[in-house]
């Protein structure tokens, strides 16, 4: 039987915990109720979301009752962006976000932007950082929302999202972060970050796709982004993914609980990864705020190489991720990277590496042992 290759690209997706199989599995083979329904069945479909519910809002210090399930991040991103620019019919707002931001919280506000609304999108340091100082430039009038993600998932950069929710509040702007990538690697807190509204996807922390979650802070109102039956307490209409929406609820009771367990360990694991490398190869940079950094990730720049074609010479023996995209006419640079200031040079030699709860030292070990093993054979040519 063919060895799988080492699994190193945790913020891309993670593998279904099995405890979190074990949770769904009576969902999937016995227990079918709808919750809507006033029967047994329903009822039972109900108590079942609403457990998921309160493990969900006791992950992020939230209350049960401001929690909407979704389809995942990026629809509770939609949801947020382009519900509150709807509560102001009429008004042309303004939207202020970072360059650094994950295509589910860009393209919705460049999309509003072509309906006539304003985009702010401020620049970052050379570590993908964004100044709070930065807010300073903006125009209050007509801001009606200031999204910033929590953590980013290229260079794993931790923003100061307080500090910004703090500026916005005392001047009656909302707040949403975008925290898929720092559910489960963090300790994050509603409460503490200040904000109003905040995301959060399944995949990202051990449970299934194609299901998330949104906060809405209680006195904040957003009109549904899908418009239908008075679900999700009028705000999200469809019948809720019982199956689903069980297994984030158990994903996020075990984040909770392995939470400081799971950061020492991933933070091992990737300084591990690090030093390993180090030891092989010269001519490496950390991308990112390294004092300020997701634990489980690695933003590796390797001079003299093509990340997209070290991708493909580890293939079979290391799952990772490029910085950027090589193509026919040249290299797509990550607007991560390119906002950062990253040369074209820097940005197409960036390999991302990111682990997990599972990942061990003898996996460590041998994927540094690969990765530097192809670097010196592509770097001599071969």
């Known amino acids: 039987m063919t060895q799988r290759p080492i699994y190193l690209d945790y913020n891309a997706t993670t593998p279904i915990d099995p405890e979190v199989v074990e949770a769904m599995r009576p969902y999937l083979e016995e227990h079918f109720g709808n919750p809507s329904s006033s029967h047994a069945y329903g009822r039972l479909a109900r108590e079942a979301v609403q457990q998921a519910r309160e493990q969900v809002a006791e992950l992020i210090g ?3 009752d401001e929690i909407v399930f979704t389809s995942g991040g ?7 962006i382009k519900g509150v620019v709807a509560r102001s019919p009429g ?3 303004r939207l202020v976000t970072s360059a650094v931001e994950h295509p589910a ?4 506000c460049l999309a509003l ?9 401020l620049p970052v340091d050379r570590y993908g950082w964004l100044d709070p100082q930065r807010l300073t430039s903006v125009s209050e009038r007509g801001t009606v929302l200031v999204t910033l993600m929590h953590a980013n998932n290229e260079v794993g950069t931790i923003q100061s999202v307080g500090e910004v ?5 005392a001047r009656g702007i909302s707040v949403h972060t975008d925290a898929a990538q720092s559910i489960g690697k963090l300790a994050v807190s509603v409460d503490e970050l200040g904000v109003d509204f905040l995301s959060l996807a399944g995949h990202k922390f051990y449970a299934p796709k194609g299901v998330g979650a949104l906060y809405i802070r209680r006195g904040q109102k957003l009109p549904p982004l899908i418009h239908g039956a008075a679900h999700e307490d009028g705000r999200r209409a469809g019948t809720e993914n019982v ?3 069980v297994g984030l609820g158990k994903a996020a009771e075990l984040a909770r609980q392995r939470l400081e367990r799971t950061a020492t360990h991933s933070a091992a694991m990737r300084d591990r990864l690090w030093s390993r490398l180090k030891e092989r190869l010269d001519d490496l940079a950390w991308n990112g705020k390294r004092e ?16 997209s074609k070290l991708i493909e010479r580890i293939g079979s023996e290391v799952a990772a991720s490029a910085g950027s995209a090589c193509h026919a006419e040249g290299a797509a640079v990550s607007t991560v990277l390119w906002a950062m200031g990253f040369s074209v040079e820097r940005a197409v030699s960036t390999l991302r590496l990111s682990v997990g709860r599972s990942t061990t030292p003898r996996e460590i070990d041998r994927a540094a042992e690969v990765i530097s093993r192809e670097v010196r054979a592509a770097r001599a040519g071969g």
Do not use: F
């Open 243 to 245: 199956l689903l929406v």
């Open 292 to 307: 300020a950094c997701l634990p489980n990730t690695l933003s590796v720049a390797i001079k003299g190489t093509m990340a």
């Open 113 to 121: 932007e072509e309906l006539g609304h304003q985009v702010e999108i």
């Open 74 to 80: 990026s629809e509770a991103n939609n949801m947020v």
């Open 62 to 64: 939230a209350a049960p």
């Open 165 to 169: 929710a703090e500026w916005a509040h």
């Open 91 to 93: 008004q042309r707002c």
């Open 105 to 108: 919280v860009l393209e919705p």
